[in-house]
C-alpha cells in the first residue's frame, strides 16, 4: 500500500542541480547520504524509493525530512546524532603525557601502562579501556619479531658481523 504523496516546500536555492552538486562534492559519508537524499526527493521520488536508494529505513528518511523543514538544508547538515560521549577521565595534557611517555619507550606492557596511569593520576582503567585509550592516542604495542624454533642464533650474529662468506653470484 503505498503512502500519501511526498509534499515538501524546498528553499530557492535548494535547486535539483543544487543539490546533486551538494551531494557529488561532498565527502563525509552521512552528509553526502542524506544530500543524495534530499537530491532524489527533488528529483520527485517518494521516501519509499529514496530510502531504498541511500539504504536506509524509511523513518530515517522522514526524520531528515523533518530537519529540513524545521531548519533547511544547513540544519540537516549539521544534525549530529549519538551525542558527546562519556566524559574523558583523563584531561586532553594527561593523555598528551601518556602518549609522550608511551613513545618514549618507558613500559612494556599495557599493564605497566594502566599502573602508572593509576599512580601517576589516580585514574584507573580496565584492560579494555586501557586497550581503547592506547588506540585513541595512536599508541602501538611493541611486539617482539617471531623466532622460528630451529633458528641458529648464533650463526645470525656471524652473519650480522659480516664474518659469513660472501654469497655467489651467477655474474661474475
Not at 504523496?5 to 546533486?20: G, I, N, P, Q, S
Not at 601518556?98 to 601517576?120: C, H, K, L, N
Amino acid at each position: 500500500m503505498a503512502g500519501p504523496h511526498f509534499v515538501m516546500a524546498w528553499a530557492a536555492e535548494d535547486t535539483e542541480a543544487a543539490l546533486k552538486a551538494r551531494y557529488r562534492a561532498e565527502t563525509e559519508g552521512k552528509r553526502r547520504m542524506r544530500l543524495q537524499g534530499f537530491w532524489l526527493l527533488r528529483q520527485g521520488q517518494g521516501v519509499d524509493e529514496v530510502a531504498a536508494a541511500v539504504g536506509v529505513h524509511r523513518r530515517t528518511v522522514d526524520r531528515w525530512v523533518a530537519w529540513y523543514r524545521a531548519a533547511g538544508l544547513a540544519g540537516v547538515l549539521a544534525h549530529r546524532q549519538g551525542g558527546v560521549g562519556q566524559v574523558p577521565r583523563l584531561t586532553a595534557t594527561q593523555q598528551e603525557q601518556v602518549g609522550a611517555e608511551v613513545a618514549a619507550g618507558r613500559f612494556r606492557t599495557a599493564t605497566e601502562i594502566g599502573r602508572w596511569i593509576t599512580d601517576t593520576y589516580g585514574v584507573s582503567y580496565r584492560p579494555g579501556g586501557l586497550q581503547d585509550l592506547l588506540r585513541r592516542l595512536r599508541c602501538h604495542p611493541k611486539v617482539p619479531r617471531p623466532l622460528h624454533e630451529k633458528a641458529d642464533l648464533a650463526a645470525q650474529e656471524v652473519w650480522k658481523k659480516g664474518a659469513s662468506p660472501l654469497p655467489s653470484s651467477p655474474h661474475r
